[in-house]
């Protein structure tokens, strides 16, 4: 148990690295606070490194500073992007690097917005250079040798290799690998695992070409629906898993069944930001989730009737929408000779927008819009001079910003109205409880309490029916905490009332002991992260009693479990004395839990060579001997996926 701590892991960790001697090497979950001090031999070594800059744990690329120079970096959502040129070549060649730690549990259209963002921006990398050769080509004098250092940096960006790496937390026939290999996701495909989720609102695409699997070439096994090759025992010429350890989940979790958990809305992802936007949620705690229920009930009765409701939605469809609403502001004083600012359009320049706005066919939906909120039926100069009437509310002949503002609002309304009323039908009525007694179209506090914590589920890609990759909310704290087998409590009890003085509670003291105890030192570790944010919102709450009750100790055990790291929980409590190990089973091929979930997809280079994640003595520890990840021979529970490329 002792080699899994970070000081032997580490000394692993920089063998394994320095001995490859990689040009370019991609690490997923560095801890950020002590990254420089984990790496430093790295810097040692000769390799410069761009690091994440968000996110608890991150991702970091190092790369060889006597081959590359960094030309670009981008910090997208999960992936971090890097350009680098290689410098000790006779011709200079750019390479894209897109290093990713993609979302993990039920969140498959997560993964592929953040697959999507970071190919785009390469994309993006590619237009800002053709678009700097047009400006050198329209110049007033264009200089030849301007122009062709422009062709130049072009050619190189549209040649450039791309890889595109790291964990992404999914296998099988995801929507990553049909963007990534096939160029597009539409919006009526699903992933196999997740039949009835809508992965994208409109066609995600790229136009960089079909991306290739490295490990897919090497052993022929492409993954989909389980075919990782031909080959069913994991030796031979089959695609090795790259994630091996104990399989845990029976020992310490109960099956999940699809009705457990909190309820999940059914917003689409801009919807729910402009709801939480439009209530001041960040956080979801308690202050702010009673704050949002005063200012939904305008009659202060204690509910939330459908009126209100409505209007909630109203405000965020308008929230949402307001960019465009803006846009469309400007656009329609611009398009006959008026700029907002300048006094308003007067009554023949409204009438005559309004006109052809009728008859754009870009414009007919906004036209529909205007109709129904201007009460428009036939565009008479009746209907249109009543209309001007009833906007120009100053009554000064002239149709200002602040009042086409009011109008455009109302049409957006109109727009979406059905949307507005189905979600506010189903915001009211999809979490009414049996016998309350209270009306069915309006909600209680505890109603709409629950609708909010639904909603930052949401937002977090929480689904019902499968585990969180990282529990984010208290609801699911609650969730995996009601998950617990009877003897993972047991053992949570048992060290709980050897380190407590009073049974009830444990103190920062007898915290730290165990702490100590499971990780050798204090200031690193999951258990340390989540003691410290508890003891923190403790402090915060200016309670008298800043002490772990035994349900926060449950609750820190929880996220554990929801971030994948069951060896991490095991060896906490079987070091305190606990004996969870003697229960789990040691024989058969159930004895690991094993994914394919680290990757290498490259395009626009070659190939040469793929390195098994394991030799044949480390496949016969793990697989004959039940020598699961981490163990005293490597650092991780990820195995690392390794290429060799050539320039095409």
Known sequence: MEKRQWGHRQSLMK??????????????????????DDFEFMKDAGYDHVLHRKFRFRCATFFQRDKFVLENVAHKDRTLITSLRRISMNEERVSHIVNCHLSGGAAPERRLRQVHDAVDQIRKYNDARERDLIQQRKGKQPSPKGIAKAEQALREYQNAGIIVCGDFNSEGNTAVRKLLVEGCVLPDWREPQYPNLKLTSKERGHALGSFIDAAELAYGGNICDGDYSDHSSLSGAA??????????????????????????????????????????????????????????????????????????????????????????????????????????????????????????????????????G???????????????????????GLLDEDEFQILLETVYIAIYGEEIEKQRIEFTMGFQKKGTGTNSNELTREQFTERLLALHQELEGGRKGAELAEVRTEADVKKMIGRFTPLLQLALDEVFDKLSSNGDTLTPEEVNGFLLKTNGELGRGGTFRHTSAVFQE???????????????????????????????????????????????????????????????????????????????????????????????????????????????
Request: charged share 25%.
């Open 374 to 396: 201007l009460n428009l039926h036939k565009l008479s100069e009746t209907e249109m001079d009543q209309a001007f009437e009833r906007i120009d509310l100053d009554g000064n």
């Open 538 to 648: 403790k402090i915060e709450s200016s309670k008298e009693l800043v002490e772990l009750t035994r349900r926060d100790w449950y609750g820190i055990f929880a996220r554990e479990l929801a971030e994948g790291k069951w060896w991490q929980v095991v060896y906490d409590l079987e070091v305190c004395g606990s004996n969870m190990v003697s229960h789990h089973s040691n024989n058969g091929k159930n004895q690991f839990y094993q994914g394919w979930l680290d990757y290498i997809y490259f395009q626009r280079l070659t190939c040469t060579g793929v390195q098994d994640v394991l030799t044949e003595s480390e496949r016969m520890c793990i697989y004959s001997n039940g020598d699961a990840l981490p163990n005293e021979w490597h650092p991780s529970d990820h195995l690392p996926v390794s290429a060799i490329f050539s320039w095409e």
């Open 239 to 372: 695609r090795p898993a790259t994630y091996v350890v104990p399989n845990l989940a029976s020992l310490l979790l109960l099956p999940i069944s699809e009705e457990e958990g909190p309820p999940r809305t059914k917003f689409g992802q801009q919807i729910a930001r402009g709801l939480a936007e439009t209530l001041n949620l960040s956080d979801f705690c308690e202050s702010e989730i009673d704050r949002a229920f005063e200012q939904v009930d305008h009659d202060g009765n204690g509910l939330i009737d459908r009126d209100e409701v409505e209007s909630l939605l109203e405000n965020v469809y308008v929230a949402t929408y307001g960019q465009k609403i803006e846009q469309e502001r400007n656009n329609f004083f611009r398009g006959f000779g008026g700029n907002p600012g300048d006094g308003g359009l007067t009554k023949e320049q409204f009438i005559a927008r309004l006109k052809a706005l009728q008859s754009d066919c870009e414009g007919e939906r906004k036209a529909f819009g205007l109709a129904r």
């Open 15 to 36: 063998e394994r690295l320095l001995h490859s001697a990689a040009d370019i090497v991609c690490i997923q979950e560095a801890a950020a606070d002590t990254f420089e």
